[in-house]
């Protein structure tokens, strides 16, 4: 079980919908990540909040957006997809940003139609 | 170069045999590194972390860090068939300031 809990498990969602993922831990850590991943791809970077505020945004379209209510949870909007948008989402979280090593949740299957 | 590089694969071994996964990478002033196992439609989960110089054990794993060489490699011994996956090697490098990841390498252990 992982400590870094993510909802849904799955998502579809059509390119008008406007839905959410959300992630949650409760290890204290003051640095939170999402990243995207395609099939046989290494996980890629979208956004870092450190002590809840945005610290990194990797060039992400418009379409994606972060939100970090309170140290424990990261939420990821999302509206307009395209199908090409269609991948592993996954959120980590760390002690510190970009020194101490990730815990990754399970991650959001998302499908867009 | 890529800023982390890794032999994809496949890379198969037998069950109980040692395999020894590499990866290499472009910052020379990078000072944290990570080992991540990675099950087909799963999340990577964090295996090993190494940020001096040398080698350190956890169980089967053994990480091999050699700064002046630019290279990490990850030890398993005594190969299981669960110890199947995709190892993701994860370095912090000072230059962009944050983590990237190797393409990782698929290892099946054979029964």
């Known amino acids: 079980d992982t400590e870094v809990t993510q909802t849904p498990k799955h998502l579809v969602m059509g390119m008008t919908n406007k839905k959410s993922l959300k992630c949650e831990q409760h290890?204290?850590?003051?640095?939170m990540y999402w990243y995207k991943q395609k099939a046989k791809k290494p996980p890629e970077l979208m956004f870092v909040?450190?002590?809840?505020?945005?610290?990194i945004n990797e060039s992400v379209p418009s379409r994606f957006s972060p939100e970090c209510p309170n140290s424990s949870l990261l939420n990821l909007h999302l509206h307009a997809l395209q199908p090409e948008d269609s991948a592993l989402y996954l959120c980590a979280s760390s002690q510190e940003a970009l020194s101490k090593p990730l815990h990754f949740g399970n991650g959001t299957r998302l499908t867009v139609t | 170069q890529k800023e982390v590089e890794q032999n994809s694969g496949p890379l198969s071994v037998p069950e109980g045999a040692i395999a020894s996964l590499n990866c290499t990478y472009s910052?020379?002033?990078?000072?944290?590194f990570f080992w991540y196992r990675q099950y087909s439609g799963k999340s990577p989960e964090l295996i090993m972390f190494i940020y001096s110089n040398g080698d350190k054990e956890d169980g089967r794993f053994t990480a091999q860090l050699n700064k002046a060489s630019q290279y990490v490699s990850l030890l398993i011994r005594d190969s299981q068939p669960s110890d199947s996956a995709t190892y993701l090697c994860a370095v912090i490098l000072t230059t962009g300031n944050q983590f990237y990841f190797g393409t990782g390498t698929s290892l099946t252990v054979i029964p």
């Open positions: 290890m204290g850590h003051r640095a």
């Open positions: 909040y450190s002590y809840e505020k945005l610290s």
């Open positions: 910052d020379r002033g990078s000072q944290s």
